[in-house]
């Protein structure tokens, strides 16, 4: 099962940006739940979403590129969940994904910062 967060028309997206969080079964290629992002009022955004994915189960997490700041990858990581990287907005089935690395980490973690100073 992967889990992800997506907009309404089910693109991928940031973790703190998207409008609902999804567990999708990729051998069947459908959809079994989708709910709010917890992550829209939570202060912690991103480790909020990587929390939720593992007590949903997920042995995945698809995440759009700036999802993954550094707690949220330790997180996932603790719990042996795969990690993949997409670009915003990617379709929910796409097969343009990476593994996630420390650019990836770092490049999420200073985009956390910055919103969290912003406020969004």
């Known amino acids: 099962m992967i889990c992800t967060v997506t907009d ?3 693109r991928v997206r940031i973790f703190s940006r998207g409008d609902l969080l999804v567990l999708y079964d990729e051998t069947k290629g459908e959809i079994v739940l989708k709910k709010k992002n917890p992550a829209l009022d939570s202060s912690m955004k991103r480790p909020m979403v990587a929390k939720e994915c593992i ?3 997920a042995d995945k997490v698809l995440a759009a590129h700036g999802s993954l700041c550094f707690p949220s990858y330790r ?3 603790k719990a042996g969940i795969k990690m993949l990287i997409t ?4 379709e ?3 097969t343009n994904y990476w593994d996630v690395n420390w650019k990836e980490v770092m490049y999420s973690s ?3 910062m910055m919103e969290r100073i912003k406020g969004h």
């Open 8 to 10: 309404s028309d089910f």
């Open 55 to 57: 007590n949903l189960g």
């Open 75 to 77: 997180m996932l990581k």
């Open 87 to 90: 670009d915003d907005g990617s």
């Open 92 to 94: 929910l089935k796409t």
């Open 110 to 112: 200073f985009l956390a």
